[in-house]
């Protein structure tokens, strides 16, 4: 049985969840609303100050969307009680990370500045070579952060480009001259 599907959600104080039908769960909390149709066979419970997902039946289909269906669900009350960020780094000579309003300006050794604008409900910071995308949608916050990064990906000889915070770039050794 799936580990994850079972365990229930608790739903914190000042947080509402509506299951209508069709499985159309709606998430209101301190930091916004989040709206989402899972998976019309799974079943949603709401038991006293938590969610129960439970599977009709044990086909290998059932038992891949029954986590799936808790994760997603657990991710719209985390989103909107504490909200997600992503950090990325800018790193190389002359590579550039500026804002001004909803405009991300990044100079990346390209001979013009890349403009991204800030997707609705979310919002990015500059802080020196950092860049901080938040928001309360897990999936927005990540596919932004993921376009960010695709402007100029690290490269493995010098580590220049776009990566995130934790990520760990894997050096290459350059090449050396004859002799």
Not at 70 to 80: D, K, W, Y
Request: no cysteine; charged share 30%.
């Amino acid at each position: 049985m799936s580990r994850i599907g079972r365990m229930p959600i608790a739903v914190p104080a000042g947080v509402t969840v509506e299951i209508a039908e069709n499985n159309q769960v709606t998430v209101k909390g301190p930091k916004g609303e989040l709206q989402r149709v899972l998976p019309s066979e799974m079943e949603i419970k709401r038991e006293g100050d938590e969610i129960i997902v439970s599977r009709p039946n044990e086909l290998k289909r059932m038992k891949s969307l029954h986590g799936l269906t808790r994760t997603l669900i657990n991710n719209m009350v985390v989103g909107v009680t504490q909200g997600y960020t992503k950090e990325l780094e800018v790193n190389g000579v002359g590579y550039r990370a500026s804002k001004s309003g909803k405009v991300l300006t990044l100079n990346l050794g390209y001979s013009h500045p890349v403009e991204m604008q800030d997707p609705e409900g979310l919002e990015s910071k500059v802080d020196g070579n950092k860049i901080i995308v938040s928001g309360i949608d897990k999936e927005k916050v990540g596919q932004y952060a993921a376009e960010i990064r695709d402007k100029r990906r690290p490269e493995p000889y010098k580590g220049k480009g776009i990566k995130y915070a934790d990520e760990v770039i894997r050096r290459k050794v350059g090449k050396t001259g004859k002799k």
